[in-house]
C-alpha cells in the first residue's frame, strides 16, 4: 500500500490554465504538507494543515489554494498558471509536531508551456 | 530561528571509499535532526533523525550520523559506498514545537564504479 499518493505524476499544461493536484495518506497522520521543489532541488513549504486546519501559508501566491476535505486528504488547486510554476511539487505527511518525521508522496512534475 | 548549511552541493566518491556529508545547523531551541535521500524521479524518504539520547545514530542502508552539540552538526556517512547510493541528500532541522523543518539545499551524491 503506497503511504502517500499524488495524482497525477505528471501534469503538462498551457499558461493560463487552471488545474488541481490531489493527494492523499493512509497513514492516519494529523498533519500534511505542499512543497515545491525548483529545478534546483531547492525545497520550499507551501501550506501545511493540521487536522484539516491551515496551520501555516508561507508567501505564496493566492493563485495556489489549498484544499482538504479530511484529514486523509489535501489537494492544490493552481488558478491562472505561469511559466514559473513549473516545479516538482511534493505532498508529505507527519504525524504531528516535533519529533515526527514526514512521509513524502511521489511528486508532481508540473511543466507549464 | 533554525537554518540548515550543506557544506558542498557535489560530492564525488569512488565505490568502496567513504561517504560524509557534512551538515550544520542552527537552533534556537534543542533540535530534532533529519537526514533524507531523494531518488531520482521520486519522493524524499527518511535515512534517519536524532531526537534525543544517543548521540550517534544509525539508520538505513549502512548510513549513520553523529549529533554533535558543541560542533552544531549532524554528518552523514557510511563506511563504503555502492552505486545504488547516488542520490541527493538533505539534511533537515526542526524546533522543539515546530511542525515544519527547515530543510538544507541538499547535497548530490555521485559514486563512481
Known sequence: ?113 | AQSVTQLGSHVSVSEGALVLLRCNYSSSVPPYLFWYVQYPNQGLQLLLKYTTGATLVKGINGFEAEFKKSETSFHLTKPSAHMSDAAEYFCAVKGGGSYIPTFGRGTSLIVHP
Open chain 1, 1 to 113: 500500500d503506497t503511504a502517500v499518493s499524488q495524482t497525477p505524476k505528471y501534469l503538462v499544461t498551457q499558461m493560463g490554465n487552471d488545474k488541481s493536484i490531489k493527494c492523499e495518506q493512509n497513514l492516519g497522520h494529523d498533519t500534511m504538507y505542499w512543497y515545491k521543489q525548483d529545478s534546483k532541488k531547492f525545497l520550499k513549504i507551501m501550506f501545511s494543515y493540521n487536522n484539516k486546519e491551515l496551520i501555516i501559508n508561507e508567501t505564496v501566491p493566492n493563485r495556489f489554494s489549498p484544499k482538504s476535505p479530511d484529514k486523509a486528504h489535501l489537494n492544490l488547486h493552481i488558478n491562472s498558471l505561469e511559466l514559473g510554476d513549473s516545479a516538482v511539487y511534493f505532498c508529505a505527511s507527519s504525524q504531528g509536531q516535533g519529533r515526527d518525521e514526514q512521509y513524502f508522496g511521489p511528486g508532481t512534475r508540473l511543466t507549464v508551456t
